[in-house]
């Protein structure tokens, strides 16, 4: 689930944009860049902060604790503000995509058609909420992989047109296009869009984070699944893309034209694209249902976020008190009630295209992410200061990320000139539009915590002084029954207990 729930309709619709302004090598170069030297050593330098203390709290108490409250308390909001924003964009993604069957019924009612199904499913069906989004997040999986295979074959000949086309597409001078400046510079600024935009379809460590204090044998599943991301991030994102370049060429007239037309769902999407030049039927109509999907699965996800993220906030003093209100199954009613009512700006599509608001909402969030990744890696910077002034042993921590702290300093430095660069296009001619959606979230993040630490007096926590331990018997007694023989030797044994096949499953992820 957190996998698919990740895979958003950014890397089917989306990605277009960028294909056509970059070229497929930036595509990949800016992926790769993104994703090795930010995504990756975040992923593993939270892990290490919560396999030490997988606490029910969250990320952002253990931000209160090694660095500032105020930053725990801005990071979360910054946060809640990427999730709202994620669900307005996925909801904006089925409207676009249901366009694609009818555009002559207005988008607003697609909206509600999403609002009421996701609404319900954290509502009302919250016992189903796992299964469905399962099966919704398997289903994107399958996907991908399915487009990459079409690519496998048919750039290899298998296609009506019997053509072994290979990486024709990158010829001709197509493999890195020049974007808002000519020549070299403008191929740098090629590559740079491609990289805030793998910013918004990479996947952070928010849902790892945010769940810490409810997964089974954190101590051993956490570091799992970061040692992992490397493998997932190659698997899906850098291997997506790169076929995504081979099937379509960046400068087809299809391509172009769907973009600068504003053509809805799977009319703009460089996979349907490509399918369609080389004569196979049939696909078009599954792709876009698969996408719509996508974008169903997603707004779930986001809106379950999103809402708990707010009902941590309220318990912790951070939000107001009756947004902890929860129903009979546990479900904070308040909160999602919150979300969904916020997420109503989603009906400017009916006003205004339905596809310039899905990239409104893109804007929006990507730098709303990038924000709350960069405070996790400050949050975890206070955490490795702390350990070394106590003299905590690190042959005592569950996982130690690598290479630390050089990768983490590097990711801060990349997360602080992302954030500063974000909105780069919308100077010269300014754009109003562009430059508010770009750098609102950079301006609300200080906000909040210049907020928080005026109205609560917060100081800055020194290292030798942050609490390292409060917590962490409770998570010690909790884990005693996964740990007591050795991890690795609990899990060899309760791997052996399965078939074969259900092993090699486990192994995988």
């Known amino acids: 689930m957190a996998i698919g729930g990740s895979i958003g309709t950014g890397l089917w619709v989306g990605i277009g944009g960028v294909l056509s302004k970059a070229g497929p090598l930036s595509l990949i170069l800016g992926y790769t860049f993104w994703g090795l030297l930010f995504i990756w050593p975040l992923n593993l330098c939270v892990a290490e902060l919560c396999a030490y203390l997988p606490i029910r709290g969250s990320?952002?108490?253990?931000?209160?604790?090694?660095?500032?409250?105020?930053l725990g308390f801005a990071m979360g909001w910054t946060y809640f503000f990427a999730g709202v924003m994620l669900v307005c964009t996925e909801y904006s993604a089925v409207a676009t995509v249901m366009q694609y069957w009818n555009a002559d019924i207005n988008p607003a009612a697609w909206i509600v058609i999403a609002m009421v199904v996701c609404f319900l499913l954290n509502v009302v069906a919250v016992k189903w909420y796992g299964e469905s989004e399962f099966v919704m997040a398997s289903t994107k999986v399958l996907l991908l992989f399915g487009?990459?295979?079409?690519?496998?074959?048919?750039?290899?000949?298998?296609?009506?047109?019997?053509?072994?086309?290979?990486?024709?597409?990158?010829?001709?001078?197509?493999?890195?296009h020049p974007y808002y400046a000519d020549g070299n510079t403008g191929r740098f600024l090629g590559w740079w869009e491609v990289v805030i935009y793998a910013a918004f379809t990479i996947a952070g460590p928010d849902m790892i984070a945010l769940a810490a204090g409810e997964i089974q044998n954190p101590r051993?599943?956490?570091?799992?699944?970061?040692?992992?991301?490397?493998?997932?991030?190659?698997?899906?994102?850098?291997?997506?893309?790169?076929?995504?370049?081979?099937?379509?060429?960046?400068?087809?007239?299809?391509?172009?034209?769907?973009?600068?037309?504003?053509?809805?769902?799977?009319?703009?999407s460089p996979w349907v694209i490509g399918i369609k030049n080389l004569g196979i039927t049939g696909l078009p109509d599954l792709i876009n249902a698969l996408i719509l999907l996508s974008g169903w699965s997603c707004g779930n996800a986001y809106l379950y976020s999103s809402s708990r993220t707010l009902y941590s906030l309220a318990k912790d003093g951070q939000a107001p008190k009756f947004f902890t209100k929860c129903t009979k199954s546990g479900v904070p009613i308040y909160a999602v009630l919150a979300v969904t009512l916020i997420s109503c700006i989603t009906f400017l599509v009916s006003t205004d295209s339905a596809v310039s608001v899905f990239f409104w909402f893109v804007d929006l969030t990507t730098t709303a992410l990038i924000a709350t990744y960069t405070m996790m890696i400050v949050a975890f910077l206070g955490f490795y200061h702390a350990r070394r002034a106590q003299g905590m042993d690190k042959s005592t921590l569950p996982y130690q990320a690598p290479w630390t702290p050089y990768t983490t300093y590097f990711a801060l430095l990349l997360g602080c000139l992302a954030l500063l660069f974000v909105g780069y296009d919308s100077f010269a001619p300014f754009n109003t539009r562009g430059f508010v959606t770009a750098y609102f979230a950079l301006a609300f993040g200080p906000f909040m915590f210049v907020f928080w630490k005026i109205i609560k007096r917060t100081k800055f926590v020194k290292p030798s002084e942050a609490d390292l331990y409060s917590g962490k018997q409770e998570v010690d007694d909790e884990c005693r029954h996964w740990e007591d023989g050795g991890l690795e030797e609990n899990e060899k044994y309760r791997l052996s207990q399965m078939s074969f096949l259900r092993r090699c499953w486990e192994r995988l992820w």
């Open 59 to 70: 990320i952002f108490e253990l931000a209160s604790r090694f660095v500032d409250p105020a």
């Open 147 to 176: 487009l990459c295979l079409i690519t496998l074959v048919t750039m290899c000949g298998g296609n009506p047109q019997k053509k072994a086309y290979g990486f024709s597409n990158w010829g001709d001078g197509n493999a890195m």
């Open 220 to 268: 051993r599943t956490i570091p799992r699944v970061a040692k992992l991301i490397f493998y997932r991030l190659v698997g899906f994102y850098i291997i997506g893309v790169l076929c995504v370049g081979i099937i379509c060429s960046s400068r087809d007239p299809n391509l172009l034209g769907a973009i600068s037309g504003g053509e809805a769902g799977a009319a703009a």
